[in-house]
């Protein structure tokens, strides 16, 4: 019975980064694509977007470390 | 129950027609976007003909490459031989695995190379001059996003020819845990690479259409493309290390 929580443990860490890998890529992705643009279209706010760009994926990305941060849980703590 | 032919044999038909049916998917939709978007451009720019279809072709060959990918792992599954019962459940998880990491994780790839594509064709029949810079970006961009299919072959090849047989003295619950640990490393694999797959070949498609309007600024575009797709890329490589951690850890 031990194991077969286990086993759910493990797909379950599987699962967890898979589908939560999904948000985080799209949003940095959509931010970064949007971030071109608009260097494109006003070069000389190039800094300023950068950094906008760089501070919104941190924040995006913090789902996908909360995923990571699980699977490993579930992997080497059940 | 121990394992006959048989079962390994569904495991590796099941695990086939997964992988080929959903990458075919997104390979098909990718491909036919980049396909409108260049007959679009051919109307407005009848005398691009030329780069414009070379731009088309090479761009779904790319795209291609992932449902290429699921299939050359399917025709493994088909007569790869992996039908010795001496494998066990073991190897029945990790046959249907294969198939599932590889198939699921095209999908990303893609659409995202689909988009660059599409979107390429748009800025080159705006800007025929720009063609070479367009196609080049085009192109990085591209195998950027195709990083994802890459990830999910290699955990694909690794789950059909690295992972042990069940031993003869295995019980119950360590079949259980290690099936469910190889089921999870594709899934993880295969899901995580979708997203950053589509998102990088957003962010390529957004390049290429600014690089054709405003090709002054191309050398700041492609910085902030390469900034933003690494970033991008961070979940899918996460999801290969619980990948790998699953498969080999476990």
Not at chain 2, 79 to 99: H, M, N, R
Not at chain 2, 159 to 171: D, F, G, K, M, V
């Amino acid at each position: 019975m031990e194991q077969i929580a286990r086993a759910a443990a493990l797909l379950g860490a599987g699962i967890c980064m898979g589908i939560g890998a999904l948000g985080p890529g799209v949003g940095e992705g959509f931010v970064a694509g949007k971030a071109c643009e608009g260097i494109a279209r006003s070069p000389e706010n190039a800094s300023l977007i950068t950094r906008t760009m760089l501070v919104g994926q941190a924040v995006s990305e913090s789902t996908g470390i909360y995923s990571l941060v699980i699977a490993l849980l579930l992997i080497f703590s059940t | 129950m121990t394992v006959t032919t048989e079962i390994l044999q569904i495991a590796s038909y099941l695990g086939a027609g997964i992988s080929v049916g959903i990458a075919s998917l997104s390979a098909g939709i990718g491909e036919g976007y980049t396909a409108g978007h260049t007959a679009h451009s051919f109307m407005r720019q009848p005398k691009a003909g030329d780069s414009l279809v070379n731009s088309m072709l090479v761009s779904q060959a790319v795209t291609e490459t992932g449902a290429i990918f699921a299939l050359v792992i399917a025709l493994l599954l088909i007569f790869g031989g992996f039908t010795d019962p001496a494998g066990g459940w073991f190897k029945a998880a990790a046959l249907l695995s294969a198939g599932i990491a590889v198939g699921v994780g095209s999908v990303g790839p893609g659409f995202g190379s689909g988009y660059s594509g599409g979107q390429a064709s748009k800025a080159i029949g705006r800007m025929p001059k720009q063609n070479n810079a367009i196609t080049g970006n085009m192109l990085i961009g591209q195998a950027l996003a195709q990083a994802g299919s890459i990830f999910a072959l290699v955990v694909s090849l690794l789950l059909l020819y690295s992972t042990p047989n069940q031993p003869a003295n295995a019980t119950l619950g360590e079949v259980i845990l290690k099936c469910a640990a190889f089921l999870g490393g594709g899934l993880a694999i295969g899901i995580g690479t979708m997203g950053p797959g589509a998102a990088i070949g957003f962010v390529a498609g957004r390049a290429n259409d600014m690089i054709g309007r405003f090709p002054k600024e191309r050398a700041s575009i492609i910085k902030t493309m390469f900034l933003g797709a690494a970033v991008s890329e961070s979940t899918a490589i996460y999801s290969l290390v619980i990948a790998f951690l699953l498969i080999f850890a476990i």
